[in-house]
């Protein structure tokens, strides 16, 4: 009985390791062809508008409610201590270390990646993938890597899309609705908000959040069991697994960027 | 001359299944040769191996003279640009029309003007009967539209051999021999080598110059289509006419039915 559970354990941590490993030959391929996908820029533009352009509604009307929320939020708190003047600075830090980068790559995620993922799957059930194989066309080459550029561009930019427009919620909010000081909320944010420590650092969370969603998405859609289940637990783990990456992640990277641990 | 395509005491195995037992054989240029045998007997899987998918677990398949599955990438590719396949799905990119499919390999792997591809493309496709075709996309064709489209592509490069997937299956009559004759004019006209993986008795055996019957991961009979028609094998007899019962049973192993039927009682 012991054994057995011990054998399960064992069997199933082999298996993790066994499913990462492939997944980093998976990306190392991709780097590889990076260059030579570079070179026929077409195929990336394809890719922006499918994974970056078709996202960009929910990201404005999630960035808007979030701002707006945040904006609600922070002046029902800041009034109480008559600091209600600080606002934009909340709404501002708020959105670009943290909620930007990290809301927007789960909206992507499960807008963008599980279409990645099933798109991928797909095309291997449906054994696009092998005959693309059979004309000695590399599918990681043609397929995959432009998708990983598409969205590697893409989402720092829908991040920085996301938070201008959280921003501008926010303002709408706290200036429009609750009367706060429209010098104030613009002066105090400018002034606090810095573009290294704050900006750059939230940009460098949308690129590294980027790369282990699409990552994920990709290395999901093209090791897919090609069958209707394979190509939904794909698509499920995609989002699951983008998800606990990109909290994981932020941890990590909020400690290196802003923590003192 | 040498064979194309040389298989040397093959074995492979999916899972705890064996699937090719130490199979041998020979496929010479310029012929129709076809594989035939029940579902699930690895015929399609033969075609990967030969096509370098599939790695064998032991014994050699030598495509155009290169050990295919010892080979780089590189020599892979420069080997697979010298044959084409004909998947059964036709396996067409969903993304792309009628027109950019069959223009596909010449986009990757050469850099012909645009007026050359067009032309190429034109030339395949009146060769399959489609150019009018052309603007429709793959959701818009049907089966054996479909599977035209993808012979088209198939040969755009001028490869020396094609391997056809069950290109009959699922097929009207009409369509049916549409590819029938499509595959034996494509030979003739091109010089082609063809293999063809069937179970389809009747198209197999007009259009193939040498058929290889597999079954249970051995070579269970091989000739023209003469010699086969006229074999006195009762397995051989079963399979070309169609017989639900015989040395191949009808019912899958299982205890004695009324003793099944009395459990519990």
Redesign the interface.
């Known amino acids: 009985m012991i054994t057995s559970a011990l054998q399960n354990i064992g069997a199933r941590a082999l298996g993790v390791f066994e499913s990462f490993g492939s997944a980093s030959i998976f990306f190392a391929k991709i780097i590889a062809a990076v260059p030579r996908a570079l070179t026929r820029p077409r195929l990336i533009v394809k890719e922006i508008y499918s994974v970056g352009v078709l996202s960009l509604t929910i990201i404005v009307v999630s960035g808007l409610f979030v701002g707006m929320v945040l904006g609600l939020q922070g002046y029902v708190t800041l009034v109480d201590f008559g600091a209600e003047e600080s606002l934009g600075v909340v709404v501002a830090m708020t959105l670009v270390r943290e909620l930007g980068p990290v809301v927007t790559a789960l909206l992507f995620a499960g807008r963008a990646g599980s279409a990645l993922a099933a798109e991928i799957g797909l095309?291997k059930a449906?054994?696009?993938l092998?005959?693309?194989?059979?004309?000695?066309?590399?599918p990681i080459r043609?397929i995959i890597t432009p998708r990983f550029i598409g969205g590697f561009i893409s989402v720092p930019l829908l991040t920085a899309i996301f938070t201008a427009v959280g921003i501008l919620g926010g303002r709408f909010v706290g200036v429009g609705m609750l009367g706060i000081d429209e010098g104030s909320y613009w002066s105090q944010m400018q002034a606090n908000v810095d573009l290294i420590d704050d900006v750059a650092n939230g940009m460098i969370k949308g690129v590294v959040f980027a790369v282990a969603c699409v990552w994920i998405a990709l290395y999901k859609g093209y090791s897919a069991i090609p069958t209707a289940e394979g190509i939904s637990l794909a698509t499920t783990h995609t989002v699951v697994n983008s998800a606990l990456a990109v909290l994981g992640l932020d941890f990590v990277l909020t400690a290196l960027m802003f923590g003192d641990l | 001359m040498e064979p194309i395509v040389q298989i040397r005491d093959l074995h492979f195995t999916r899972g705890t299944r064996k699937i090719f037992n130490g199979i041998s054989l020979d496929i010479h240029a310029g012929q129709v040769t076809a594989f035939m045998g029940p579902s699930g007997t690895g015929k399609t899987t033969l075609l990967k191996l030969i096509?370098g998918?599939l790695r064998p677990e032991k014994g050699s398949v030598k495509v155009f003279g290169e050990y295919i599955h010892n080979v780089n990438?590189e020599t892979?590719?420069?080997v697979?640009?010298k044959?084409?396949?004909l998947?059964?799905?036709g396996?067409?990119?969903?993304d792309l029309n009628v027109f950019e499919n069959v223009a596909?390999?010449l986009r990757?792997?050469t850099q012909l003007p645009e007026q050359i591809i067009r032309d190429l493309v034109l030339l395949k496709l009146e060769s399959v009967g489609l150019r009018g075709a052309r603007k429709l996309m793959p959701s818009q064709l049907s089966g054996g539209m479909a599977r035209r489209v993808?012979l088209a592509?198939a040969i755009v490069l001028d490869p020396s051999m094609i391997m056809y997937d069950e290109p009959f299956t699922g097929l009207d009559p009409i369509t049916k021999g549409t590819i029938v004759t499509l595959i034996k004019e494509l030979n003739e006209s091109m010089g082609l080598t063809s293999v063809i993986v069937s179970h389809d008795v009747d198209e197999t055996l007009s259009i193939a110059d040498y058929i290889y019957v597999i079954s249970e991961g051995e070579i269970v009979e091989s000739g023209d289509p003469n010699n086969l028609s006229t074999s006195t094998s009762g397995w051989m007899q079963q399979f070309l006419k169609g017989l639900p019962d015989g040395p191949v049973p009808f019912h899958y192993p299982s205890e004695e039915f009324k003793s099944d039927l009395l459990v519990g009682r």
């Open positions: 095309m449906t054994e696009q092998s005959s693309m194989e059979m004309m000695a066309v590399d043609r | 096509g998918q990438q892979l590719y420069s697979r640009k044959m084409g396949m998947f059964q799905s396996a067409l990119l969903t596909f390999p990757e792997h993808a592509r």
